[in-house]
């Protein structure tokens, strides 16, 4: 389907007032379960409807009927890899309510192994799952939010990791710096052209989801190599199931937080204090030349 131009729909909304989301209409990705569930409830409870997506058919049909419960609510499984998919997902909200106020690009996948141990088939998943996701989003849904003639933002989902870079998560990392950038200059864009449409970029570190067991819906023509990973591989897997099994955020703390960023028209959100001095730390590190 195509659609016109995109043109600004108003003035960017530099205002001291909230962004209310109350009645809007909110898309969220990876909405089965973890992060993206717990952002489907707390639009739910902030009184917005509700489009859900994922991969996982029946996992979706299960946070559809509770949520079918609270709000109005439409579902569809989504290969988030595909801009078909992210194309139809989009007819599908917009021909169910007419307009989006918020389009949540969350779905998401993590590995643990060195460069020299992640494969071409392991790059690609990362890829297309963690940055292609949010470049078809962006690109199935913006121009029609552009027109709807009313504020609306883009929440992607990147990752403390998308600021650091850490031994054994090079495919992961790379994928969330990146949505990081596409986000900072999507925000910069959309202010060049003063549009109603702004940008928040949600970077949490470990939170107890299930996004460690990624495997188990990993697409059969990207599979894993036969060769077994080396013990390094697997200890580093073991420390970050630990390290996000310990999580002292919930998913739904996080949902409330990155919830109050969007209403405060705020660009990006860090949830974990810790984490991010280390980001600061890193930061300084960068303009020392990374002098030990």
Same mark, same amino acid.
């Given at each position: 389907?195509?659609?016109?131009? *995109?043109?600004?729909?108003?003035?960017?909304?530099?205002?001291?007032?909230?962004?209310?989301?109350?009645?809007?209409? *909110?898309?969220?990705?990876?909405?089965?379960?973890?992060?993206?569930? &717990?952002?489907? =409830? *707390?639009? !739910?409870?902030?009184?917005?409807?509700?489009?859900?997506?994922?991969?996982?058919?029946?996992?979706?049909?299960? !946070?559809?009927?509770?949520?079918?419960?609270?709000? $109005?609510?439409?579902? =569809? /499984?989504?290969? %988030?890899?595909?801009? &078909?998919?992210?194309?139809?997902?989009?007819?599908?909200?917009?021909?169910?309510?007419?307009?989006? #106020?918020?389009?949540?690009?969350?779905?998401?996948?993590?590995?643990? =192994?060195?460069?020299?141990?992640?494969?071409?088939?392991?790059? +690609?998943?990362?890829?297309? %799952?963690?940055?292609?996701? /949010?470049?078809?989003?962006?690109? !199935?849904?913006?121009?029609?939010?552009?027109?709807?003639?009313?504020?609306?933002?883009?929440?992607?989902? *990147?990752?403390?990791?998308?600021?650091?870079?850490?031994?054994?998560?090079?495919?992961?990392?790379?994928?969330?710096?990146?949505?990081? #950038?596409?986000?900072?200059?999507?925000?910069?864009?959309?202010?060049?052209?003063?549009?109603?449409?702004?940008?928040?970029?949600?970077?949490?570190?470990?939170?107890?989801?299930?996004?460690?067991?990624?495997? +188990?819906? $990993?697409? &059969?023509?990207?599979?894993?190599?036969?060769?077994?990973?080396?013990?390094?591989?697997?200890?580093?897997?073991?420390?970050?199931?630990?390290?996000?099994?310990?999580?002292?955020?919930?998913?739904?703390?996080?949902?409330? $937080?990155?919830?109050?960023?969007?209403?405060?028209? $705020?660009?990006?959100?860090?949830?974990? &204090?810790?984490?991010? +001095?280390?980001?600061?730390?890193?930061?300084?590190?960068?303009?020392?030349?990374?002098?030990?």
């Amino acid at each position: 389907m195509t659609h016109p131009s *995109a043109t600004p729909s108003s003035v960017w909304p530099e205002r001291d007032t909230p962004f209310s989301i109350e009645g809007g209409v *909110a898309v969220v990705t990876g909405a089965a379960s973890g992060l993206g569930l &717990a952002i489907a =409830r *707390a639009c !739910a409870a902030s009184g917005m409807r509700l489009v859900l997506a994922d991969i996982d058919g029946d996992g979706l049909a299960r !946070a559809s009927a509770e949520l079918s419960a609270r709000t $109005r609510c439409i579902s =569809r /499984v989504t290969d %988030v890899r595909e801009r &078909a998919a992210l194309d139809a997902l989009a007819d599908s909200a917009f021909d169910a309510f007419g307009s989006v #106020a918020l389009l949540f690009n969350n779905a998401g996948v993590v590995i643990t =192994r060195s460069i020299l141990e992640t494969s071409a088939a392991d790059w +690609r998943w990362m890829l297309d %799952v963690n940055l292609w996701s /949010v470049i078809h989003g962006i690109a !199935a849904f913006l121009p029609r939010m552009l027109t709807q003639g009313q504020e609306a933002r883009v929440v992607n989902t *990147a990752s403390a990791a998308g600021f650091l870079s850490e031994p054994n998560l090079a495919a992961y990392a790379v994928s969330k710096h990146a949505v990081v #950038a596409l986000s900072e200059t999507l925000h910069q864009e959309l202010r060049q052209q003063q549009a109603a449409i702004g940008v928040t970029i949600l970077s949490p570190a470990f939170v107890p989801t299930g996004i460690v067991n990624s495997e +188990r819906r $990993r697409p &059969a023509e990207l599979g894993r190599d036969a060769a077994p990973l080396s013990d390094a591989a697997r200890a580093a897997e073991a420390q970050l199931v630990r390290a996000t099994q310990s999580g002292k955020l919930t998913a739904d703390d996080v949902a409330a $937080r990155v919830l109050a960023a969007v209403r405060a028209r $705020r660009l990006h959100v860090h949830t974990h &204090a810790k984490i991010q +001095r280390g980001i600061e730390a890193r930061m300084a590190a960068i303009y020392a030349g990374f002098q030990p």
